[in-house]
């Protein structure tokens, strides 16, 4: 992690005051003072602002239900992001374990803590993924098979990897896929002929969204929960 991160998360001050710290030579790194606020800093380092220790918080994992209009992003200047919904100190902490697009709803996890992020959001670990999708009119017949076979979506190489449907009524189905294309639920019923009305995530893995959670509320991973997913 770089310095001034450190300082920023440890200290609970924005990343500005941290650099601020180090250009004042307010800040040592292994009892030397620290000049570059780049510098990574190491798990057995010591960081130290005068006779103060520096520490980092425990890692936070959290659930969010993600409401529809909000960009899945640590900052943007013309649009409100998800973080906007978090006190702002944990907002500067915790960074997206992937994303949903704009118009998506549902489960979105968020945490400061990288090795378990990369675990979850790595195309090779494939965890699959459950939304429940509004569509514009009922699905063709063959829809299963197709899906499960793979599609060919528009501009792309290669089919998507199988994915499994399950039919609620006939304009409402719940799909579950194993990959995180762009728009790629929306751009696979569009392949099938249809178009999506609306998008909800209820599941990652085995982690499924709190049901009492209401859209735009979060709360913090159980252990169970977030050893679930490791």
Known sequence: MRLDRFISQSAGIS????????????ISVGGEVAKDAARP???AETVTRGDLC???????????????????????????????LLPPELAARVHLVGRLDKDTSGLLLLTDDGAWSHRIASP?????????????????EDAEQRLAAGLLLRNEAQPTKPAILERL???????????????????????????????????????????????????ELTREERDCLA
């Open 15 to 26: 990343r500005s005051q941290a650099r601020l710290l180090i250009r004042r030579g307010e």
């Open 169 to 219: 009524c006939a304009t409402q189905v719940k799909i579950s896929i194993s990959e995180g294309r762009y728009h790629q639920v929306r751009r696979m019923f569009a392949a099938l002929g249809n178009r999506v009305l609306s998008l909800h995530r209820e599941r990652i893995g085995r982690l499924h969204l709190d049901a009492g959670l209401q859209t735009g509320q979060w709360r």
């Open 54 to 84: 520096l520490e980092l918080p425990r890692p936070v994992y959290l659930m969010l239900n993600k409401p529809c209009g909000l960009l899945s992003a640590t900052e943007d200047r013309e649009q409100a992001t998800v973080l906007s």
């Open 41 to 43: 800093v190491g798990e």
């Open 124 to 140: 090779k670990h494939a965890i699959d993924k459950t939304y429940v999708a509004e569509l514009a009119e009922p699905l063709v």
